[in-house]
C-alpha cells in the first residue's frame, strides 16, 4: 500500500526509503518495532526489587540524533510491569549532575513516596541513589515521570503496567502499550525563553490575508472583532509542529513504530499521553475503537472513531482488526501542526496510508466561555444551559450537568484568555476600549473598564469585572473574568465537534464498579484556571505558586466537591495526586474516576474527592505552565490537626 507524508512531517525527518529505518539501539524491548534494524532488545522491568538509572543519552528520531535524559540506556524509560497486591522497591540512581526524581503517575501511595521535590520528599540528589517502597494497591495503565525542572521534557518518562490480582476482566489476545510524546532539538529552557519573549513564537498556523481573501476561517468582521481584543483564535497550542516532533514509544513518523496482531485477535492498545504539551486526538481509520479503561480504571466499553486524550491521562483501547492488511494509528495534535504515527499489521514491514493533516480549529465565542449558539425562542433558553436565560440574570450561578448539589456560588469565575502573537491580549486594562463588541453581538454595555460585552437581553457581559470573582487575585497574570464559562463534559475536544464520526466525550465514561465513596459532598469549593499568554503567565486563582502563602487544605476523609472554571482560551489537564475523583457527569454511583482530567477552554469541571493524609502536588500538567506557575499544594490533615 502507498504511503502519504505531509510536507511538514517530511521537514522533521530524513524520507525513508522502503518500509525499513535505521533505529536507535536506545530503545526497551515493548517499544521495538518489528521492522529491520533492531540490534539488542531490551528486557522490560519488573519484580520486587528494581533498579533504574537516570543519566543523559543520546536518542535517534527520524535518523536525527538529539540528546535526551533516560532511564537505563532508554527512552522512553523501560515498561514497569507489577502485578496488585506486591509491594515494590524502586531503586532510584542519579546519574546527573543536578537533581532529579520520579513521580509515579496515577499510584495511590503514601505522600512520602510520591515523589515531587519540596512537597513529598527533597528530591534525589546527584550521584546519589533514593529507595521508593510502596504497595500495589490498584491495577490499570498508568505512567511515570521526571517532577524536576523540564526533565520530562527531555526523556524523562516511562509506561507502567499492573495486573489485576485475579483474572483481569478486560479478555485480549495480545497488548500493546502506546507511549505518545513530544519531542524537540531545542533545551526545553530555550523554548520556555521563547514563549516568555513572545508568546505565539511556535504558531505557524495564523490566519493570513490570503485566507482571507480565500474564505478561509474566519470573516473580516469577526478578525477585525477579534484584533480589537487582541486575541488569536489560532492560538490553539504553545508549543507546536514547528519544533515538535510527535513521538510513538520513542520514535517519529518516519520511524513507523509497528505493533503486530493476527486477523480477528481482540487487540489491547494501553495509550499514554506521556507529552510534555501536547494534546493528541486519537484514531486508527477504518478500526472501530472500544475505549475499555480510563485513567487505569475499568469503565464501560464505549464504542467509538476518534478520542481526545490530554497531557498525563491514558486509556485502553480495544480493536479487531479482521483484515489481513496494515492500519495507520493515528496521534494528531490538537492544534494539526503535526502527528504521531505507528502502524499496526499482521506483518512487519507492511505500511497503510497515512492521512494528511486536517485543518486547525480556530478558537470561538464558547472556547472564551460565552456560548452564543442559544435558541431566543421560548424564553430564552440557552442551549446546552438548561435554565432560561431571563435577562439581567446571573449565568454564573448554572451547576454543571448533572450536578445534585446544591448550586455553588459560581460568580466567583475568572477567565484568563490567551493570545499568541499579535493576536495575544497585550494591554487589556488600557489598549482595549470599553465596549468592544464580541463577533456575533450586537452593542455594546460600556458599563466597566476593560471589555464590556451587550446587546444580549441586557445580559452583563463584561470580560473584566472582577467583582465576579472575589476569589481570584487581580493583577498582571489575569486577563479577563468569563461571564458564561460552560460545563463541557458533554463536548469531544477543540476541533473534533463536527468531524463526521463518534468522538468520545467525558459523559459517554461509566465506572464499572461502584465507587467506594457515596457521601454528599459535605463542602464545596471554586478554582480558577487563570492565564495571561502575552506574558506567558499561569496560576490557580490569579497566584502563581511561588506566591502562594498557604496550601489548600482539606480534613482527611472529608469529601469535597471541586469545580475547576477554565478562564482561558486553552484546554487545560488538571491532576491531583495521590487521588482518584468522580467526575461529576450524571452516572451516580458509577460516575467515571479519574486523576487528571482535561478542562476544556471557556469550559468547567465538577468532581467531587475524598481526601487522602498527606501533601500532594495539584498543578496543570502542561509541563511549562506548571513549570510557570500553575500549581498548588493540596495540604491534608487529620481532624486533629497531625501531619499524615
Known amino acids: 500500500?502507498?504511503?502519504?507524508?505531509?510536507?511538514?512531517?517530511?521537514?522533521?525527518?530524513?524520507?525513508?526509503?522502503?518500509?525499513?529505518?535505521?533505529?536507535?539501539?536506545?530503545?526497551?524491548?515493548?517499544?521495538?518495532?518489528?521492522?529491520?534494524?533492531?540490534?539488542?532488545?531490551?528486557?522490560?522491568?519488573?519484580?520486587?526489587?528494581?533498579?533504574?538509572?537516570?543519566?543523559?543519552?543520546?536518542?535517534?528520531?527520524?535518523?536525527?540524533?538529539?540528546?535526551?535524559?533516560?532511564?537505563?540506556?532508554?527512552?522512553?524509560?523501560?515498561?514497569?510491569?507489577?502485578?496488585?497486591?506486591?509491594?515494590?522497591?524502586?531503586?532510584?540512581?542519579?546519574?546527573?549532575?543536578?537533581?532529579?526524581?520520579?513521580?509515579?503517575?496515577?499510584?495511590?501511595?503514601?505522600?512520602?513516596?510520591?515523589?515531587?521535590?519540596?512537597?513529598?520528599?527533597?528530591?534525589?540528589?546527584?550521584?546519589?541513589?533514593?529507595?521508593?517502597?510502596?504497595?500495589?494497591?490498584?491495577?490499570?495503565?498508568?505512567?511515570?515521570?521526571?517532577?524536576?525542572?523540564?526533565?520530562?521534557?527531555?526523556?524523562?518518562?516511562?509506561?507502567?503496567?499492573?495486573?489485576?490480582?485475579?483474572?483481569?476482566?478486560?479478555?485480549?489476545?495480545?497488548?500493546?502499550?502506546?507511549?505518545?510524546?513530544?519531542?524537540?532539538?531545542?533545551?526545553?529552557?530555550?523554548?520556555?525563553?521563547?514563549?516568555?519573549?513572545?508568546?505565539?513564537?511556535?504558531?505557524?498556523?495564523q490566519q493570513t490575508l490570503a485566507g482571507l481573501l480565500k474564505g478561509e476561517d474566519q470573516p473580516l468582521k469577526d478578525r477585525l472583532e477579534w484584533g480589537k481584543m487582541r486575541m488569536d483564535p489560532t492560538d490553539v497550542a504553545d508549543v507546536?509542529?514547528?519544533?515538535?516532533?510527535?513521538?510513538?514509544?520513542?520514535?517519529?513518523?518516519?520511524?513507523?513504530?509497528?505493533?503486530?496482531?493476527?486477523?480477528?485477535?481482540?487487540?489491547?492498545?494501553?495509550?499514554?499521553?506521556?507529552?510534555?504539551?501536547?494534546?493528541?486526538?486519537?484514531?486508527?481509520?477504518?478500526?472501530?475503537?472500544?475505549?475499555?479503561?480510563?485513567?487505569g480504571l475499568n469503565v464501560r466499553p464505549v464504542e467509538v472513531d476518534e478520542f481526545q486524550i490530554g497531557v498525563a491521562e491514558t486509556y485502553d483501547v480495544i480493536v479487531t482488526p479482521t483484515d489481513e492488511r496494515a492500519y495507520t494509528l493515528v496521534g494528531e495534535s490538537v492544534d494539526r501542526s503535526g502527528m504521531a504515527r505507528a502502524t499496526l499489521a499482521p506483518r512487519e514491514g507492511m505500511v497503510a496510508e497515512v492521512p494528511p493533516l486536517r485543518k486547525r480549529p480556530v478558537a470561538t465565542m464558547k472556547d472564551m466561555g460565552m456560548d452564543m449558539n442559544m435558541d431566543m425562542s421560548g424564553g430564552g433558553s440557552m442551549q446546552g444551559m438548561g435554565h432560561s436565560a431571563m435577562p439581567g440574570m446571573d449565568h454564573g450561578s448554572m451547576p454543571a450537568a448533572g450536578t445534585s448539589a446544591p448550586a455553588m456560588d459560581h460568580s466567583q469565575m475568572g477567565h484568563g484568555a490567551t493570545g499568541a502573537g499579535a493576536g495575544a491580549m497585550a494591554g487589556m486594562d488600557h489598549g482595549i476600549q470599553a465596549g468592544a463588541a464580541m463577533p456575533g453581538m450586537a452593542g455594546s454595555s460600556g458599563a466597566h473598564d476593560g471589555m464590556a460585552m451587550g446587546g444580549m437581553a441586557g445580559m452583563d457581559m463584561n470580560m473584566r469585572d472582577f467583582s465576579k470573582a472575589p476569589g481570584v487575585k487581580k493583577g498582571p497574570g489575569v486577563q479577563t473574568i468569563s461571564p458564561m464559562p460552560m460545563d463541557r463534559t458533554g463536548d469531544p475536544g477543540q476541533g473534533l465537534e463536527n468531524v463526521g464520526h463518534r468522538v468520545l466525550t467525558y459523559r459517554d465514561l461509566v465506572a464499572v464498579d461502584r465507587n467506594p465513596d457515596l457521601r454528599a459532598p459535605s463542602r464545596e469549593m471554586q478554582i480558577h484556571l487563570t492565564g495571561n499568554m502575552e506574558r506567558y503567565m499561569w496560576a490557580l486563582d490569579g497566584e502563581k505558586l511561588s506566591e502562594v502563602k498557604a496550601p489548600i487544605p482539606f480534613l482527611a476523609g472529608e469529601r469535597v466537591r471541586v469545580t475547576l472554571v477554565n478562564d482561558t482560551m486553552m484546554g487545560h489537564p488538571i491532576h491531583l495526586h495521590g487521588h482518584f475523583f468522580e467526575l461529576v457527569t450524571g452516572h451516580g454511583a458509577y460516575s467515571p474516576r479519574k486523576h487528571t482530567v482535561m478542562v476544556q477552554p471557556g469550559g468547567k469541571v465538577s468532581w467531587d474527592v475524598t481526601a487522602n493524609e498527606g501533601d500532594w502536588a495539584f498543578h496543570c500538567h502542561m509541563l511549562y505552565h506548571m513549570h510557570a506557575g500553575m500549581m498548588q499544594v493540596v495540604q491534608v490533615r487529620s481532624a486533629k490537626g497531625e501531619a499524615a
Open 1 to 205: 500500500m502507498s504511503r502519504v507524508l505531509d510536507r511538514r512531517q517530511l521537514l522533521r525527518g530524513a524520507t525513508l526509503a522502503g518500509g525499513g529505518v535505521a533505529l536507535s539501539a536506545y530503545m526497551p524491548a515493548w517499544a521495538q518495532p518489528v521492522s529491520a534494524g533492531i540490534v539488542k532488545p531490551l528486557p522490560t522491568v519488573s519484580g520486587e526489587d528494581i533498579r533504574l538509572r537516570v543519566a543523559h543519552q543520546m536518542m535517534t528520531i527520524d535518523r536525527r540524533q538529539s540528546h535526551a535524559i533516560g532511564i537505563n540506556g532508554t527512552v522512553p524509560a523501560p515498561l514497569i510491569r507489577l502485578r496488585e497486591g506486591q509491594t515494590v522497591r524502586l531503586h532510584v540512581e542519579n546519574g546527573l549532575d543536578e537533581q532529579t526524581s520520579l513521580h509515579w503517575h496515577g499510584l495511590i501511595l503514601p505522600f512520602q513516596m510520591d515523589g515531587v521535590p519540596g512537597v513529598a520528599f527533597p528530591g534525589i540528589d546527584k550521584g546519589t541513589t533514593f529507595t521508593y517502597e510502596f504497595p500495589i494497591v490498584q491495577a490499570g495503565t498508568y505512567w511515570y515521570h521526571s517532577h524536576s525542572g523540564l526533565q520530562e521534557q527531555m526523556g524523562l518518562y516511562g509506561p507502567i503496567v499492573i495486573d489485576p490480582e485475579g483474572a483481569d476482566p478486560i479478555q485480549s489476545d495480545r497488548e500493546h502499550v502506546i507511549v505518545l510524546s513530544d519531542h524537540s532539538q531545542l533545551h526545553p529552557h530555550r523554548i520556555f525563553m521563547k514563549l516568555k519573549k513572545q508568546s505565539g513564537y511556535f504558531n505557524r498556523q
Open 240 to 295: 507546536t509542529g514547528s519544533t515538535y516532533t510527535y513521538l510513538v514509544n520513542g520514535h517519529g513518523p518516519q520511524d513507523n513504530w509497528t505493533g503486530l496482531f493476527r486477523p480477528g485477535e481482540r487487540v489491547r492498545l494501553r495509550v499514554i499521553n506521556a507529552s510534555a504539551m501536547t494534546t493528541f486526538n486519537v484514531r486508527i481509520p477504518g478500526l472501530e475503537l472500544a475505549i475499555v479503561q480510563a485513567d
